[in-house]
């Protein structure tokens, strides 16, 4: 019992690391490309922080526990040779890793959206506007715990190297952040372009975080277009304007206590 807590406290650990480390990168980045889109949101940064550290924790216990259970016991069905299914598997691996998580996605997202549980479960994330990129996992308890479950119960039914589950954590804590940065990362031709109408990025995500109505999906608008809920992309102009509003505001009133003290 006092391995696995251990295996479940060291994956909250890791877990909270990675979203400090990859959030504090992009956040750093929005700095750079575009100064002043966070300024004034410092209380809503620390609530981000605070209910994604917290999220953090709950994700890693399952995924502590199966980790352990992987190695100690041999459950799950990851497998540690490369060759023990033919290399092609490996990204197809990733891809159904991807589409059930964003298939339990969108039908979760979908529900919390409704009015008697949106308050309950969903109502934090949304707290955040506009959300940064601090905001990815600013979750409440219930709706961690509806998250948290999900890959380490897929890799008891689909196959996968430990590289593949790798690549899959990896999009999802890079794509959770960055469709909540506040700006679009990739080329237009790519999200703008034929691919773009099957995949999210930023611009996709914006507008869910614009109108609540729609676009549900987490990596593809698949789901979305089945099911008449795509709302098409985003802008960020209200947000940046609003952000160079809040900018303009502060220097006035720095240069407002400069004119006093002299």
């Given at each position: 019992m006092l391995a696995i807590s251990l295996s479940a406290l060291a994956m909250s650990v890791i877990v909270g690391l990675r979203y400090l480390l990859v959030s504090g990168a992009f956040a750093a980045a929005t700095r750079a490309r575009h100064p002043g889109l966070y300024t004034g949101l410092n209380a809503q940064i620390r609530r981000e922080?605070?209910?994604?550290?917290?999220?953090?924790?709950?994700?890693?216990?399952?995924?502590?526990?199966v980790a352990w259970g992987w190695r100690e016991r041999g459950w799950t069905r990851i497998y540690g040779d490369?060759?023990?299914?033919?290399?092609?598997?490996?990204?197809?691996?990733?891809?159904?890793?991807?589409?059930?998580?964003?298939?339990?996605?969108?039908?979760?997202h979908r529900w919390m959206h409704r009015p008697r549980w949106?308050?309950?479960i969903h109502a934090v994330h949304h707290a955040s506007r506009p959300?940064?990129?601090?905001?990815?996992?600013?979750?409440?308890?219930?709706?961690s715990?509806?998250?948290?479950?999900?890959?380490p119960l897929l890799v008891f039914v689909i196959p996968i190297h430990p590289i593949g589950l790798g690549i899959v954590l990896t999009v999802m804590t890079v794509m959770?952040?960055?469709?909540?940065?506040?700006?679009?990362?990739?080329?237009?031709?790519?999200?703008?372009?034929?691919i773009g109408r099957w995949i999210?990025?930023?611009?996709?995500?914006?507008?869910?975080?614009?109108?609540?109505?729609?676009?549900?999906?987490?990596?593809?608008?698949?789901?979305?277009?089945?099911?008449?809920?795509?709302?098409?992309?985003?802008t960020f102009a209200r947000d940046h304007a609003r952000a160079a509003a809040r900018t303009g505001g502060d220097r006035a009133g720095d240069a407002a206590g400069g004119n006093a003290r002299h």
């Amino acid at each position: 019992m006092l391995a696995i807590s251990l295996s479940a406290l060291a994956m909250s650990v890791i877990v909270g690391l990675r979203y400090l480390l990859v959030s504090g990168a992009f956040a750093a980045a929005t700095r750079a490309r575009h100064p002043g889109l966070y300024t004034g949101l410092n209380a809503q940064i620390r609530r981000e922080i605070g209910w994604s550290l917290a999220a953090a924790a709950i994700y890693g216990v399952p995924a502590g526990v199966v980790a352990w259970g992987w190695r100690e016991r041999g459950w799950t069905r990851i497998y540690g040779d490369l060759h023990a299914f033919p290399l092609w598997y490996l990204p197809v691996s990733v891809l159904l890793y991807m589409f059930a998580h964003d298939t339990w996605f969108y039908w979760s997202h979908r529900w919390m959206h409704r009015p008697r549980w949106f308050r309950r479960i969903h109502a934090v994330h949304h707290a955040s506007r506009p959300p940064t990129a601090w905001a990815a996992m600013a979750f409440s308890v219930s709706e961690s715990l509806s998250g948290a479950l999900v890959v380490p119960l897929l890799v008891f039914v689909i196959p996968i190297h430990p590289i593949g589950l790798g690549i899959v954590l990896t999009v999802m804590t890079v794509m959770g952040v960055t469709n909540h940065m506040g700006w679009e990362m990739f080329p237009a031709v790519l999200w703008r372009g034929p691919i773009g109408r099957w995949i999210i990025t930023a611009s996709h995500h914006q507008r869910h975080h614009e109108q609540y109505g729609g676009n549900y999906g987490l990596y593809f608008r698949v789901w979305d277009r089945l099911c008449g809920t795509d709302l098409g992309l985003g802008t960020f102009a209200r947000d940046h304007a609003r952000a160079a509003a809040r900018t303009g505001g502060d220097r006035a009133g720095d240069a407002a206590g400069g004119n006093a003290r002299h």
